[in-house]
């Protein structure tokens, strides 16, 4: 029985005709191309993705009211903020909780909201 050769010892391949050789480096200069294509696209992604990141400056600063009056005896048991538009849920004087949406640049009230007793 015969032992395969593993590390390839004593075997060499023989040479490739001419009209072989050439297709061989084409494939290999068109791989190169698709490559460096490929290459120079993810590169361009990753700067555009990059530039978009930074590019988000929004110098605009919201000057937030001093003072809201959301009326007498209240008292505010949560807090939230979205889009300019500031959310307080107070407690009436009577024990009722009202949602109070108010605008966070100006201070007025732009709606209330009873969430019930």
Request: proline share 5%; glycine share 12%.
């Amino acid at each position: 029985m015969s032992q395969p050769d593993y590390n390839d010892e004593g075997r060499e391949d023989p040479p490739l005709d001419p009209a072989t050789q050439r297709i061989q480096m084409k494939l290999r200069r068109l791989l190169l191309g698709s490559s460096l294509i490929m290459f120079i696209g993810f590169i361009a992604v990753f700067a555009a993705i990059f530039y978009k990141i930074n590019s988000s400056n929004d110098d605009r600063v919201v000057e937030f009211p001093t003072e809201i009056d959301l009326g007498r005896g209240g008292q505010v048991i949560q807090f939230g903020a979205d889009s300019g538009v500031l959310f307080f849920v107070v407690t009436g004087p009577l024990g009722g909780e009202v949602l109070a949406r108010v605008d966070a640049e100006t201070g007025v009230i732009l709606s209330r909201t009873s969430l019930g007793q």
